[in-house]
T-cell receptor
Framework: GENVEQHPSTLSVQEGDSAVIKCTYSDSASNYFPWYKQELGKRPQLIIDIRSNVGEKKDQRIAVTLNKTAKHFSLHITETQPEDSAVYFCAAPGGTSYGKLTFGQGTILTVHP | DAGVIQSPRHEVTEMGQEVTLRCKPISGHDYLFWYRQTMMRGLELLIYFNNNVPIDDSGMPEDRFSAKMPNASFSTLKIQPSEPRDSAVYFC???????????FGDGTRLSIL
């Protein structure tokens, strides 16, 4: 099945700095890559996603890049703010069961004021 | 739309008891997913349904776990008998189709004493 590796597991930045989280996947047929943000005690919420027909997508301070050849995709957060502090998960479909997502292990992002 | 609705939000029970978790997906969504989240194992897919039919239950830990989806607007996850190691947050999610965002419910925090 699909194997998704996410790095780093923890990331600490100063307010205003940029943060980058990277994920690799194993199934070359995967074509949809969402990112979720989970605040403490809350549910995961989709923040951005990208499909394999584009290499980059932006939404205000958040961007995602995709390299299908290398099978990795990254989340970029610019001008970080304390409210960006949360756990971020990447995910990819693929594997033998059509329709499901495999999630990365998560990155704990802490933004210091 | 009210989003994915889960109940109960919290459940505390003694080991050996039967536990039933409930989920109402977003209307019109054809896919329903049950996840378990723990610090040690992250976000694990237990089972998912397409049009009320179970597609992949390979993530179900053992025979003590069962899930049903009797109609398009309701699903249950049952644990019988429950054990302390089942303590976790259980999320239900739904999506419109494959390679579409999954929308998570608020989760059920389960504690087995």
């Amino acid at each position: 099945g699909e194997n998704v590796e996410q790095h780093p597991s923890t990331l600490s930045v100063q307010e205003g700095d940029s943060a980058v989280i990277k994920c690799t996947y194993s199934d070359s047929a995967s074509n949809y890559f969402p990112w979720y943000k989970q605040e403490l005690g809350k549910r995961p919420q989709l923040i951005i996603d990208i499909r394999s027909n584009v290499g980059e997508k932006k939404d205000q301070r958040i961007a995602v890049t995709l390299n299908k050849t290398a099978k990795h995709f990254s989340l970029h957060i610019t001008e970080t703010q304390p409210e960006d502090s949360a756990v971020y998960f990447c995910a990819a479909p693929g594997g033998t069961s059509y329709g499901k997502l495999t999630f990365g292990q998560g990155t704990i992002l802490t933004v210091h004021p | 739309d009210a989003g994915v609705i889960q109940s109960p939000r919290h459940e505390v029970t003694e080991m050996g008891q039967e536990v039933t978790l409930r989920c109402k997906p977003i209307s019109g969504h054809d896919y329903l997913f049950w996840y378990r989240q723990t610090m040690m194992r992250g976000l694990e897919l237990l089972i998912y349904f397409n049009n009320n039919v179970p597609i992949d239950d390979s993530g179900m830990p053992e025979d003590r776990f069962s899930a049903k989806m009797p109609n398009a607007s309701f699903s249950t996850l049952k644990i019988q008998p429950s054990e302390p190691r089942d303590s976790a947050v259980y999320f239900c999610a739904s999506s419109f189709s494959v390679n579409q965002p999954q929308h998570f419910g608020d989760g059920t925090r389960l504690s087995i004493l």
